[in-house]
């Protein structure tokens, strides 16, 4: 992973740990009801437990994806083409960056964003475009790319807090939100906004363990090499 995306990963798990401090502040002070615990048909059911189990088997089928693909992004955006997600390549990100967006998974957009983004990869007017890839040309960056593709599939499998809503949410509360911004939060938003805390930071967790496996795996496969060559 190049040193400009690690640090770019390790800031924003930063970022979202204090932002998860302050939401639960806030959220003690507002409610100390649970939510995702419901009761149904004689027993209670943890929706939290439900989501998190999604999650390992989500996690699982990615890794056989990516292994089938060989760990290669141009071999995982023809899995993504064939799951009718368009992908588009730009000169430069500073064309997307100029809307608060980075090169990457896309989520759907509706109204001046939209318009924007349809303009930018397809000429033509649009108020509402569908999710999609803009990429920049050039080399792509393996790891900065699988932690796109993560949030891709996550969206896919409508996992909670990956939609474009709980997005912008939370790239407004990481990137410069007042105290309060905070304190008019309605109790939706919050748990909006945690979980889509929460399903971040998972795709940066899944990216980190991926590196270090592949990193282990090389270094191991150069030992193996070294033993060959000394026999």
Known sequence: ??????????????????????????????????????????????????????????????????KACNYNPLE????????????YY???????????????????????????????????????TPEMFILTKGEINKYYFIYHFYNWYAFKHNILGIDAEAQEMLNKYLYGASEEDFNKLQLADIYKLKDAIKQDKAAISFVFKLCQNYESSKKALEKLKDSSINL
């Open 76 to 87: 995982v955006l023809e899995y993504i083409k064939k799951h009718d997600t368009k992908v």
């Open 1 to 66: 992973m190049s040193l400009f995306k690690n640090v770019f990963l390790f800031i924003l798990s930063i970022q979202e740990k204090f932002l998860t401090q302050r939401l639960n502040k806030t959220l003690g002070i507002k409610n100390s009801s649970k939510r995702k615990k419901y009761y149904q048909s004689g027993c209670f059911l943890n929706l939290d437990s439900i989501a998190d189990s999604e999650k390992i088997k989500m996690e699982e089928e990615l890794q056989l994806i990516l």
């Open 90 to 128: 730009i000169d430069s990100q500073k064309a997307i960056n100029s809307i608060g967006e980075n090169e990457g998974f896309i989520y759907p957009q509706k109204g001046a964003k939209a318009l924007y983004i349809s303009l930018l990869v397809d000429k033509k007017f649009a108020l509402k």
